[in-house]
């Protein structure tokens, strides 16, 4: 047994799904592998635990559970890489989609930009803190609604979404521009219902 009473291969069959899963990882999403007897928020808050003093930890995020860098070795690892990280091509245009259309899901993403988004590259621009959740999407399957933050405008020197160049040019069927946009993105647990472009999911 480990974390809370949780038998370690519970954990580990968990820790394994969160690191394979192709979309952001709920209680819900784990529910389906567990056996009856276990309680998925109860596993997860277990393998959290059990990861807490990794280099890796375990956290959540507007209900979205996914593997992060430990925040108190953020000072060390500063020192052994370059303090701008330059994002890969696909990261850069997915954040740029999220950035013109936001709030909108994976699939939204993946239909405008017309190719899959790996979780990777969504994990990569969690990591960086560029994007966070956002509630969800009243559809099937309730997905996760996603948004830039602050720190995407301070990192692109940009003072507002409005900045953003090209903005008119990319607008699709249902989509909203940045200068249509006149409310603040309010905090995740005061997201709306629904969101997106045309009802989709993902």
């Known amino acids: 047994m480990d974390g809370q009473g ?11 799904f969160i690191f394979a899963s192709s979309e952001p990882v709920t209680w819900k999403s784990l529910r389906p592998i567990l056996p009856d007897q276990f309680d998925p928020v109860a596993v997860l808050e277990a393998l959290q635990l059990h990861c807490a003093d990794r280099g890796v930890v375990l956290v959540e995020s507007g209900g979205v559970w996914a593997f992060r860098t430990a925040t108190d ?19 850069m245009e997915t954040v740029v989609v999220i950035a013109l259309y936001q709030p909108l899901t994976r699939t939204d993403i993946e239909e405008l930009r017309g190719v899959a988004v790996a ?30 933050t602050p ?21 699709v069927a249902g989509g909203k521009s940045p200068e249509q946009r006149t409310d603040p993105v309010p905090e995740a647990a005061e997201a709306p219902a629904s969101g997106g472009l045309n009802g989709s999911a993902g």
Do not use: C, H, K, Y
């Open 119 to 148: 979780q990777g590259t969504m994990e990569e621009l969690l990591e960086t803190g560029l994007i966070e959740p956002w509630g969800r999407q009243e559809t099937a399957g309730r997905p996760t609604l996603w948004v830039t």
């Open 151 to 171: 720190r995407f405008l301070a990192q692109f020197g940009l003072a507002s979404l409005r900045d953003l160049p090209g903005a008119s040019s990319l607008l």
């Open 73 to 91: 070795l953020a000072a060390p690892l500063r020192a052994g890489l370059s303090e701008t990280r330059r994002l890969p091509r696909v990261a």
């Open 6 to 16: 949780i038998p370690r291969n519970i954990l580990r069959l968990a820790e394994a």
